[in-house]
């Protein structure tokens, strides 16, 4: 099966058949596996080990690791051509509530109501199992509400911060 995958601006081919992955046709070795319980994936690639969350959101998903984020997309070959047939857009909205992937004990706040977000921009720090962890927002947007606030106790699910698509023009 042939994937795109979006990571910020850059897009590249993924193609998975049985254990074989090639990138942009070159062959690699990967495996990917999580960390049960948690958002947090290995990858080891080529013989590099890469730990990071992942985190689904309602623009497709947020990678995270050494305190950056990256919006990410994965669209398979059939629902890409669907896509170019139609016209439909595959950015990533920002638009929507963002919710804790995890349990965990609010750090630290990094947003307030009205402010302007860049796509990976970090609104909420979780501390979960001793770590601390970035949540980040998939696209641009303007902050709604904040929903929590630090020292908070959340579960998973809880509502973090609601985030509107931002208005071109």
Known sequence: MKYTVTVGEQAVEV????DTVRLNGELVHATLS?????????????????TFAMLRSD???????????????????RTQQLRELTGQRTGHAA???????????????????GQRLDAGAGVVVL??????????TPGP?????????????????????DVAEQAEG
């Open 95 to 113: 638009g929507g509530l963002i919710r804790a992937p995890m349990p965990g004990l609010v750090v630290r706040v990094e947003v307030e109501p």
């Open 15 to 18: 193609e998975v058949s049985g």
């Open 59 to 77: 623009g497709g998903w947020s990678v995270q690791a050494g305190g950056r984020a990256w919006p990410v997309g994965v669209v398979d070959e």
């Open 127 to 136: 501390e979960a199992m001793k770590m601390e962890n970035e949540i980040a």
């Open 34 to 50: 999580g960390i049960p319980q948690t958002p947090l994936r290995s990858l080891v690639l080529n013989g590099h080990a890469r």
């Open 141 to 161: 947007g303007i902050v709604q509400a904040v929903h929590v606030k630090e020292g908070q106790a959340v579960e998973k699910g809880a509502p973090l911060v």
